[in-house]
Structures are given as C-alpha cells and as structure tokens.
C-alpha cells in the first residue's frame, strides 16, 4: 500500500505563485516517475509536468516556460512549482508517482488525493 499527499495548494491572486509538493509512503517501493495533472470544474482532466527518476521532464504546451517541476526520489518526494498563474488554472492538482513495489511485480501507478488551488482576485 503507498499514499501520496499534496500540499501547498490555496487562493493566490493571477500572476502570483504557489509551489506544490508530493509525499509518498507507505510499502517499500522505489518511484521511476511522477506526473501532475488537473482538473477544472466541468472539463477534461489534463497533464500538467512530469519528471522521470533521471530528470527528462515534459510539460503541458500551457504551461511551458512557467511551471517547473523537480523531483527527490530519494526522500521519496516531488515538488511543481508554478509562475505568472491565470484565473483559468483554478482546479484541482493532483500527484501521480510510478513506482515499483519491493517485492512485487512491474510498475503501477498512483494517485493522491488532489490539492484545490484557486487563482482570483
């Protein structure tokens, strides 16, 4: 079993900046990635980043050149920091991590839980 928490979300005004973070623990595992993703009310989930244990990251074409996202597999952690945000980002952000269980067989994906992050004046 592994949970993965977000922190860091809220109301920042636009073109403010939060910096997300995800914790993962629980079995003993070892991460090969992580992804964040959102979701607005009413729309698509989309990608937002991702970070491979090596560093390759990929990005959202909305969001490239303003987010940033790092990683620190070894704490077991993940960070997205996020710049210049729009009214139109207010969603909520989620953590994903690929990861394989120590002891168990390939690679599966999992989610936490979300954090609202919520972009007005």
């Known amino acids: 079993q592994v949970q993965l928490v977000e922190s860091g979300g809220g109301l920042v005004q636009p073109g403010g900046s939060l910096r997300l973070s995800c914790a993962a623990s629980g079995s003993i595992f070892s991460i090969f990635a992580m992804s964040w993703h959102r979701q607005a009310p009413g729309k698509q989930r989309e990608l937002v980043a991702s970070i491979s244990r090596g560093g390759r990251t990929n990005y959202g074409d909305t969001v490239k050149g303003r987010f940033i996202i790092s990683r620190d597999f070894a704490n077991n952690t993940g960070y997205l920091q996020m710049n210049s945000l729009n009214p139109e980002e207010t969603a909520v952000y989620y953590c994903?991590?690929?990861?394989?269980?120590?002891?168990?067989?390939?690679?599966?994906?999992?989610w936490g839980q979300g954090t609202q992050v919520t972009v007005a004046s």
């Open positions: 994903t991590a690929r990861l394989k269980l120590i002891g168990g067989g390939g690679l599966d994906d999992y």
